[in-house]
């Protein structure tokens, strides 16, 4: 299994500002997941991050907005930027470990509320 | 768009009682995954069936699978409080992807 550490997990934003978002895997992994999960509603996946080489975004999200570094095979970033409301959701960072690759270990989700 | 549909969206019962969750999608899978989530914080893996595979047990948990009606059930037995929680499938599409899409979740509230 992977334990995964996501901060922060919440925060309050105005409108215009960026937040980044920060997870640690407790081991090495090769794909790390960005899901947007808006109020009431299910996972949405932003992109897919492979270490070394850009992310993968889904259609509607673009790196402008959600630009996502990996560093290295245990730590990845998401940044929310130029903020609004609409931007109001709980963010989650997953990856699929090792010896497990079909299911993904999930972080605990960032709330960001955006004023 | 999401490939899995849960229904009921939401589903409250009495300590003791079991809870069954259906979840429908449209494309062929190679499997399909069952999570739950607190309190909306993180979600956690519960069970993965396979598509060659018919059922699934793991503890109080009983997952089936009929590809030709591209449906799911998951069946929680003797339910507690603490299973209160929502409940998504997932599903893992043939092709090679590695992504999962996730369905809308059906809400369970296990009263004591």
């Known amino acids: 299994s992977a334990v995964i550490s996501q901060k922060p997990s919440r925060d309050i934003c105005q409108r215009g500002t960026s937040l980044t978002i920060q997870c640690q895997v407790d081991?090495?992994?090769?794909?790390m997941f960005w899901y947007r999960q808006q109020p009431g509603q299910s996972l949405t996946l932003i992109a897919t991050?492979?270490?070394?080489?850009?992310?993968?975004?889904e259609s509607g999200f673009v790196i402008d907005k959600f630009p996502i570094s990996r560093p290295n095979l245990t730590f990845s970033t998401l940044t929310v930027s130029n903020m609004s409301p609409e931007d109001s959701s709980i963010y989650l960072c997953?990856?699929?470990?090792?010896?497990?690759?079909?299911?993904?270990?999930f972080g605990s989700g960032t709330q960001l509320s955006v004023l | 768009s999401q490939q899995g549909e849960e229904d009921p969206q939401a589903l409250s019962i009495q300590e003791g009682e079991n809870a069954t969750m259906n979840c429908s999608y449209k494309?062929?899978?190679?499997?399909l995954q069952w999570y739950r989530q607190n309190s909306g914080r993180g979600l956690v893996h519960l069970i993965l069936?396979?598509?060659?595979?018919r059922e699934k047990h793991s503890g109080r948990l009983r997952v089936t699978l009929d590809t030709s009606k591209k449906s799911s059930s998951l069946l929680i037995t003797a339910s507690r409080a603490a299973d209160t929680a929502s409940y998504f499938c997932?599903?893992?599409?043939?092709?090679?992807?590695?992504?999962?899409?996730f369905g809308k979740g059906t809400k369970l509230t296990v009263n004591p």
């Open positions: 494309t062929s899978i190679n499997n």
């Open positions: 997953s990856a699929k470990s090792g010896t497990a690759v079909e299911k993904l270990f």
């Open positions: 081991s090495q992994v090769t794909m």
């Open positions: 997932a599903t893992g599409t043939q092709g090679g992807s590695e992504k999962l899409v």
């Open positions: 069936i396979r598509s060659n595979e």
């Open positions: 991050a492979n270490q070394g080489s850009e992310a993968t975004y």
